[in-house]
């Protein structure tokens, strides 16, 4: 049996400790990979992994080899990478992650035309606002929305995050329209289980600070319904459950066809930045370098 492939087997269920979830993954059965990880074990006549009914874990063995396969696995795509014409298509599987709002909102149309352009490339999304560690989870590219980056991985800008506090005319007509920040405490609000759960700023005024300065606002709030994901909270106001403050790339046609309606437009909160994440700069594939260079072209001019 191919001893590279062997490797990138054990590297896979090292990392998600499933032999299913491995299976599911590399598109080949469970069988398969248990005889892959058997025969890795017998060519180097070692126990690489200790496994119960309940998981996988690795042995002494089992670390040392997983170091030296990852480095086998990562010399061997530079190879291929330096020995390829400059012409080539672009091949193998890209791993990335976003936020489900975003990816829901646009990524995967994005994504889309890039694979378009790129038939003998793919991609594997996983999506979710939790924290992974690029380097354990195999992960190429983060697309995470951020106002302080984490300074351990390379940032690189897409486009300004600006968010809106939004309702339904439904909603307003039975609880009023608020008039000022401080008035949002006495509605029923709804916030982002991770950002301003509980408080809320803004600021009203001249962004530039050339007409006077910006008058800003801090807000507390009593959030009756939370969520970890934008566009749950998108479903909720769309069902005239409060108000809430949305990203305008989730907004959509939704404004145009008064689905929803702007609060407060005098007054925006502080943006953020939708940034791509990476390890390092240092042996960057020609694919995710691609991708990259595709996705600032696609969000300079942002299309919400």
């Not at 191919?2 to 993954?25: H, I, N, P, Q, Y």
């Not at 909603?171 to 301003?196: D, F, K, V, W």
């Not at 005024?205 to 807000?219: A, F, I, L, P, T």
Request: proline share 5%; glycine share 6%.
């Amino acid at each position: 049996m191919d001893r590279l492939t062997a490797m990138r087997v054990f590297c896979e269920v090292a990392s998600s400790g499933s032999f299913s979830a491995t299976a599911d993954k590399l598109d080949m059965s469970r069988a398969m990979v248990t005889r892959y990880v058997s025969e890795l074990e017998s060519w180097l006549n070692a126990r690489l992994l200790q496994r119960t009914t309940r998981s996988v874990t690795l042995t002494d063995a089992g670390e040392q080899c997983l170091r030296r396969s990852q480095q086998m696995l990562a010399l061997m795509e530079n190879i291929e990478e330096e020995t390829r014409s400059d012409d080539a298509e672009l091949r193998g599987q890209l791993r990335l992650t976003c936020s489900t709002s975003f990816a829901f909102g646009h990524l995967a149309r994005v994504i889309s035309k890039f694979l378009a352009q790129h038939p003998l490339l793919k991609i594997d999304l996983h999506v979710g606002d939790g924290t992974v560690n690029l380097v354990e989870a195999r992960i190429d590219l983060a697309i995470r929305i951020s106002s302080e980056p984490d300074p351990l991985l390379i940032a690189r800008p897409l486009a300004i995050c600006d968010s809106v506090l939004v309702a339904a005319p439904t909603y307003i007509r039975t609880a009023g329209l608020p008039q000022h920040p401080q008035e949002l405490p006495a509605h029923r609000c709804l916030s982002h289980a991770n950002y301003g759960r509980n408080t809320w700023r803004f600021v009203r005024g001249d962004k530039g600070g050339d007409k006077g300065g910006n008058e800003s606002v801090q807000v507390d709030i009593a959030s009756h319904f939370s969520a970890n994901d934008a566009t749950v909270l998108l479903q909720a106001v769309l069902a005239s459950a409060g108000i809430t403050l949305l990203p305008t790339y989730l907004m959509g046609d939704h404004l145009d066809k008064g689905d929803l309606q702007i609060i407060l437009p005098e007054w925006t909160a502080p943006p953020m930045t939708i940034y791509a994440l990476f390890p390092s700069r240092r042996h960057l594939s020609p694919a995710v370098r691609a991708l990259l260079d595709f996705l600032v072209e696609e969000f300079a001019s942002q299309p919400w």
